[in-house]
């Protein structure tokens, strides 16, 4: 039996790479797109490597046209909520600009299932305010805003040109396959877990701490952190969800547990028996409080089961990949 195409853009990165794992698991063959800006070539395992630009519309019809994917998956984006504050037009254009060719290249090709990587950062600081999928949406960084655009974009095509979305609005996600064939790796890093892991290492002075004047328990932000593998279990079952007709559907991809940034660094002390070096800085702009998700959607709709998403298993699985894992260009 041939497995069905899907294209996969962002399919070099942290996230789109454990994707495209559990999608040839579940008998798909995953194409990546990517431009390999941030995402690494070695870390394209599972399938081919169709190197292209969001922005690069003729190219995104050739690769239609060659590989015929079935589904899109849409992992390609700019992620960083301090560089979106600094540079919000890179945001509009490679984000907000990027997704618009993608879709109508897809609509074009008659491509119409599609996953979106979406992100809780839509919802923005909402204190006291259980976050499910029905929450207002009021991003506070350009990151946040590109993505709720995009999911805007989704729904306008829908209407006009019958495009099926499954939205995924990630928390934090973190961790690494525990096989460890890919993992996360990124050039700046920004992420708090791997720049924890690298101040344990001694590959950095310290971990500096973003505020800690939060209106939280202990003063610093709180977050759901998922496990990346529980992640790309979700997207796989979006997939199925759009593959067996069942329509259009946001759902938040989180725990419901919420953990203070002091809190995932005594974890990582625990887990690594090492010591993390920190430093209490001041806050980093654009970041909100406090976003844990309240929506169980996921579970009682898809089937998601998110067994590897505890703090314990996390920080283990993202320990041992930093310790072995790398990817070069
Ligand atoms: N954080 C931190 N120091 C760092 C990086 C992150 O204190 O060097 C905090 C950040 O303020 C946030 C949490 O860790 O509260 C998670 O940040 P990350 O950048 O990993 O993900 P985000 O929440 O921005 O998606």
């Not at 999928?133 to 829908?158: V, W």
């Not at 806050?283 to 089961?305: F, H, I, M, Y």
Request: charged content about 25%.
């Amino acid at each position: 039996m041939t497995s069905i195409p899907v294209l996969v853009t962002g399919g070099a990165g942290y996230i789109g790479s454990h994707a495209c794992k559990a999608l040839k698991r579940a008998g798909f063959e995953p194409i990546t797109y990517d431009n390999c800006s941030t995402g690494w070539e070695d870390a394209v395992k599972y399938g081919p490597l169709a190197r292209g630009d969001l922005l690069d519309r003729e190219r995104l019809d050739q690769v239609f046209a060659e590989y015929k994917p079935a589904a899109v998956m849409h992992f390609a984006a700019l992620s960083q909520v301090g560089e979106a504050m600094r540079e919000p037009g890179l945001y509009w254009r490679n984000n907000v600009a990027g997704s618009l060719n993608l879709i109508e290249a897809a609509v074009d090709a008659g491509c119409l299932d599609f996953v979106f990587s979406s992100t809780c950062a839509t919802y923005g600081d909402q204190d006291n305010v259980v976050l499910d999928e029905t929450s207002a949406q009021m991003p506070l960084n350009s990151y946040g805003a590109s993505k709720r655009a995009i999911e805007d974009m989704l729904r306008d095509f829908e209407a006009a040109h019958g495009l099926r979305s499954v939205i995924f609005r990630y928390f934090n996600v973190a961790g690494a396959d525990p096989e460890g064939e890919v993992g996360e790796f990124h050039q700046p890093e920004t992420h708090l877990v791997p720049l924890m892991l690298d101040a344990i290492e001694g590959k950095r002075d310290a971990l500096t701490i973003f505020g800690t004047d939060y209106d939280t328990p202990d003063g610093t932000c709180i977050r759901d952190y998922v496990h990346v593998c529980d992640l790309v279990d979700a997207h796989v079952l979006g997939l199925k969800w759009l593959q067996d007709g069942k329509g259009s559907r946001v759902f938040n991809l989180g725990t419901g547990s919420g953990f203070s940034v002091r809190e995932v660094v005594a974890h990582s002390q625990s887990v690594t028996n090492r010591d993390v070096p920190i430093v209490e800085g001041e806050r980093r702009p654009g970041d909100c409080t406090k976003l844990v998700s309240g929506s169980t959607r996921a579970v009682q709709e898809l089937g998601w089961n998110p067994t590897r998403s505890n703090l314990e298993a996390m920080i283990r699985d993202a320990w041992r990949w930093h310790q072995t894992g790398h990817y070069d260009k």
